[in-house]
């Protein structure tokens, strides 16, 4: 079970990947990755380590920098 500021973290991503444009296939190609790694963590099955959080940010141009401020000004639980 993952926490609940974990949970937001998924979310933003999910938001993230889904503001790009892309399908969980498309954003896997980029990564060279399978669907199923995208899959997995989108659904709280695996959890994404700050390297493959890089990665995923570089893939969906998000600015890391914005991405965790607004995880971090979330209401806190």
Not at 44 to 59: K, P, S, T, Y
């Amino acid at each position: 079970m993952f926490t609940s500021k974990y949970d937001r973290f998924r979310r933003l991503l999910i938001d993230a990947r889904r503001e790009a444009g892309l399908t969980q296939s498309e954003l896997a190609r980029q990564l060279d990755r399978p669907q199923s790694y995208i899959s997995k963590y989108e659904r709280g099955e695996r959890r994404v380590d700050v390297v493959e959080f890089l990665d995923i940010a570089r893939a969906l141009d998000i600015n890391v920098h914005r991405f965790l401020k607004m995880l971090d000004d979330r209401k806190r639980s």
